[in-house]
């Protein structure tokens, strides 16, 4: 089995951080393969360099079951993303595993995301991703013309790999240089949506996603990333639009998403909701 870099994107997380490390650092110490953990402090005020050194310090003698943690400090805050990506430019192993400060791992649930990537057509891997009400990722629907997120459905059973909308980069097992090669689009940050975007590049490109239902995460934590809710629901309509215009590749529905959007934008003109021709502006100019 191959030892992993195991990077997490943090901002101002120490609660989180305290809360779900220990049970990670137990899982990667039972592997015994040198695996590591990269905490990137995106520009946090929180002192999590000096915290993690006092909470987690090095072994005082090399032992092999031990899993290295490290911080690097960024200056000033890019998100999570752009520091997912420093992190992995950093990582001393050819697999990384990007994970939310969130996320709270479950028992044994490395090994099978490994295994799936030993599959070279597997371009991302992903645990199934449970949130605090037992379901899963949220998912996308095409409704209307246009791209609508939904909640994601209760937690699932046990199976084998298999073919997944998207991974979610709040826990994705790839390889560190494709990951690299491939990196996020920066129009998408500030908001979510750069992790579905990077899938289905892969995925059109004739790579595989998939989910790994033997590997289980919990995710605590909304996606927000500390935003406000209406910051928060005006990215996610503009990045819901800007994948539709990266990816909506046939005819058919390009047609039926330009007359929605006309819709829309004279729906919101007649009733004055200058927030949403804003949100769309700014994605035009994207």
């Not at 997380?13 to 049970?23: E, F």
């Not at 490290?70 to 992995?88: F, I, M, Q, S």
């Not at 579905?196 to 790994?212: E, I, M």
């Not at 007649?270 to 502006?281: H, I, N, Y």
Request: proline share 7%.
């Amino acid at each position: 089995m191959n030892p992993v870099s195991v990077v997490i994107p943090a901002f101002e997380a120490r609660a989180q951080l305290a809360a779900n490390l220990p049970a990670l650092l137990h899982e990667l110490e039972q592997r015994a393969l040198g695996d590591e953990v990269i905490v990137v402090d995106d520009g946090g005020l929180d002192g999590l360099e000096a915290w993690i050194s006092a909470t987690f310090p090095p072994p005082a003698t090399f032992d092999s079951a031990r899993a290295d943690v490290r911080v690097l400090r960024r200056k000033k805050n890019a998100g999570p993303e752009r520091a997912a990506l420093d992190g992995a430019r950093a990582a001393g192993h050819a697999h990384v595993l990007l994970l939310a400060p969130d996320v709270q791992v479950r028992a044994g649930f490395l090994a099978p995301l490994c295994a799936a990537l030993e599959d070279p057509i597997v371009a991302a891997a992903s645990p199934r991703i449970v949130g605090a009400d037992g379901r899963g990722l949220p998912r996308l629907v095409w409704r209307g013309g246009m791209l609508e997120i939904e909640p994601g459905e209760a937690d699932g059973t046990d199976g084998d790999p298999a073919d997944a909308a998207y991974a979610s980069s709040s826990a994705m097992l790839v390889r560190r240089d494709e990951l690299l090669a491939a990196g996020f689009d920066a129009r998408f940050t500030p908001g979510e949506l750069a992790d579905v975007d990077l899938s289905w590049t892969w995925k059109k490109s004739g790579r595989r996603v998939v989910t790994v239902p033997r590997s289980v995460v919990v995710r605590s934590a909304g996606p927000n990333g500390g935003l406000s809710p209406e910051l928060a629901g005006s990215l996610a309509i503009r990045n819901r639009l800007l994948l539709t215009w990266k990816h909506l590749d046939a005819p058919e529905r390009r047609r039926e998403h330009v007359e929605a959007l006309e819709a829309r934008a004279l729906d919101a003109l007649l009733a004055g909701r200058a927030d949403e021709l804003a949100v769309l502006a700014i994605a035009l100019d994207t």
